[in-house]
């Protein structure tokens, strides 16, 4: 069964920087899509960004530009390079794995950015 640790959260303030790994144990296979979630409180979760295992790579108009997610295969690990950050980025960032109808979730890493 494949489990996703999410880290690399924290305390940022507007216009830094902040990268999320979340780490995969188990195998990943040529069919799983990867994405990062997040989710503000009083709001819904929202697709941030996602990335199939040939690269391709999908993101939510509100981060285009500023955010650039990647994956290493080798490491079983998926990243999100988070720059410029603003205020309202700030929520719990989810990791998440799609595999056909199935869906996989981490625990959430709280990103936190401040004025």
């Known amino acids: 069964q494949v489990q996703l640790v999410e880290s690399g959260g924290g305390l940022v303030q507007a216009g830094g920087s902040l990268t999320l790994s979340c780490a995969v144990s188990g195998n990943i296979f040529s069919v799983d899509i990867m994405g990062w979630y997040r989710q503000a409180p009083g709001l819904q979760r929202e697709l941030v960004a996602s990335?199939?295992?040939?690269?391709?790579?999908n993101y939510v108009d509100s981060v285009k530009g500023r955010f650039t997610i990647s994956r290493d295969n080798a490491k079983n690990t998926v990243y999100l390079k988070m720059n410029s950050v603003k205020l309202e980025d700030t929520a719990v960032y989810y990791c998440?794995?799609?595999?056909?109808?199935?869906?996989?979730w981490g625990q959430g890493t709280q990103v936190t950015v401040s004025s």
């Open positions: 990335i199939t295992n040939g690269g391709r790579t």
């Open positions: 998440n794995l799609r595999r056909f109808s199935s869906s996989t």
